[in-house]
């Protein structure tokens, strides 16, 4: 029957499908990085300008540790990458143009999902969220067969079910 109030997660009208797989892998970049904001009036200004410094990142596949990973894991079971180095009064001063004031730097940390997985002879990589993560973290060990929710027009996976044998 089909189910008319289905977009997999939270109730509007539009469809999705499924896919059932045993090849997978999830990962998820962790990142850290400098930036400032700068504005005529950084307290009024509501969209001020931002400045990107310096990145680091790390990827982590299925939940094992990187080779060189230091910092983890955290309460999410993810590792991060070193520090980048902060930037310095002098480089945040040079971006800065005139009649502007620079805000303090701020470490910004993200982290982007994604599930790679194969039906048939096809591969798809689509971005997903962390509660699928850690769902293929558990299944990858012993390879258990998932059945995967695609979100709106097949561009995301929404979750992810271990398939009962």
Not at 31 to 54: C, D, G
Not at 112 to 140: D, F, M, S, W
């Amino acid at each position: 029957m089909f189910n008319f109030y289905n977009d997999c997660t939270n109730g509007a009208l539009t469809s999705c499908s499924t896919a059932t797989t045993e090849e997978y892998e999830a990962t998820a970049l962790t990142s850290y990085t400098w930036q400032v904001k700068y504005a005529n009036n950084l307290t009024s200004e509501p969209q001020p300008r931002i400045e990107t410094f310096a990145t680091t990142s790390m990827l982590n596949r299925n939940g094992v540790k990187p080779s060189g990973a230091v910092v983890g894991p955290d309460d999410r079971g993810l590792w991060w990458p070193t520090l980048p180095p902060r930037p310095s009064v002098d480089e945040v001063e040079q971006r800065k143009k005139s009649q502007e004031e620079a805000g303090k730097p701020e470490l910004v940390k993200d982290v982007k999902y994604k599930l790679t997985y194969g039906v048939g002879n096809t591969q798809n990589t689509l971005p997903t969220n962390y509660e699928v993560y850690r769902q293929i973290v558990k299944a990858y060990p012993t390879r258990q067969a998932l059945e995967l929710t695609l979100g709106v027009n097949d561009d995301s996976v929404e979750k992810a079910e271990p398939v009962s044998k």
